[in-house]
């Protein structure tokens, strides 16, 4: 058998304190760490990924460092190293009187099918079609109470589903281009979490769905412009200003969100703010960037042929 270094974990544990200081994800460290054990070693062959099939007393030297760099990161994060495709992607759901929070996992093909029913996972078929069923990705659900659901219920489902994952999409395209669609998305978590904390703050929530409609809205100026908006007071300037100066075409039909986006400046102390209207405030921010992040990102490319 392949001997391992004697200072192998010794190492791994250098590697692991410059990822922590590069500010590194814990679920994306075991494949850096890899890579600076393989410069460290001078083995740049080694596997990114342990074997599926792992056999001490046949693995070559590689495998059994990838092994052992695994091992070591299991140890020491567990669970943290679970990667949640779902993160800063979640919306909050008004349905059978309750708010509850819908995860959007990463789809790669399948269909999408709500239903009242919550998955059977017993004899399925690997090679069938994968299916997605909206309904039952609600954090908490059960079977008893997705069947009190009615039509309407499940359609808001269906609906806010929608407006997160064409969201995503959005923050997707434009993430990359200014810092501002970073905390725009980053309000986007807080609005749902406030929505659909054990102890929900209305106020909070709605004040971070206007933050999520104000940055997008001024990072798509940004980039288009290569300026800020100035003398702007609230979201329907802001709209003036891109349509005006960015001549964005297809906007004719986002002006009514944003009266469903209130502005209220002490809606994050003593003021009090009506579950139905952070709802809305929710719903309509995710409207609002799917739509402009879909002709925003059209009207960009086009003024840069």
């Known amino acids: 058998m392949n001997d391992l270094p004697d200072d192998l974990n010794s190492i791994i544990e250098t590697a692991d304190r410059e990822l922590q200081a590069e500010d590194v994800p814990p679920h994306a460290r075991p494949i850096h760490a890899v890579m600076k054990v393989a410069r460290a070693l001078g083995l740049p062959g080694l596997p990114l990924v342990p074997l599926t099939e792992h056999h001490p007393e046949k693995d070559s030297l590689p495998d059994l460092i990838t092994q052992r760099i695994s091992s070591w990161y299991q140890e020491l994060y567990g669970d943290r190293l679970n990667l949640d495709p779902s993160a800063n992607a979640r919306v909050a759901i008004i349905a059978d009187g309750d708010i509850w929070e819908g995860n959007l996992p990463i789809i790669f093909g399948g269909l999408v099918a709500p239903s009242r029913k919550l998955p059977d996972t017993t004899g399925k078929n690997p090679n069938a079609p994968k299916i997605y069923n909206p309904c039952a990705h609600l954090t908490g659900i059960t079977q008893a109470r997705l069947n009190r659901f009615t039509n309407e219920d499940i359609n808001e489902v269906v609906d806010l589903y929608n ?5 995503r999409e959005a923050f997707k395209r434009f993430r990359n281009f200014d810092p501002l669609f970073v905390r725009a998305e980053a309000d986007w978590a807080a ?18 769905s206007y933050q999520v409609a104000e940055k997008f809205m001024k990072g ?48 994050r102390y003593e003021a009090p703010i009506d579950r139905s209207v952070a709802y809305h405030a929710h719903k309509s921010s995710l409207e609002l960037v799917g739509q402009l992040g879909t002709v925003g990102y059209s009207d960009y490319h086009q003024s840069y042929k």
Do not use: W
């Open 163 to 167: 407006l997160g994952h064409n969201s």
């Open 191 to 208: 609005a749902t979490l406030h929505l659909t904390a054990q102890r929900p703050d209305y106020g909070q929530s709605l004040y971070s």
């Open 220 to 267: 798509i100026y940004k980039i288009i412009t290569n300026e800020t908006p100035t003398r702007v007071h609230g979201l329907g300037d802001i709209f003036k200003k891109l349509k005006s100066d960015c001549l964005i075409r297809g906007m004719g039909n986002l002006e009514p969100l944003l009266v469903k986006i209130p502005y209220n400046s002490s809606a």
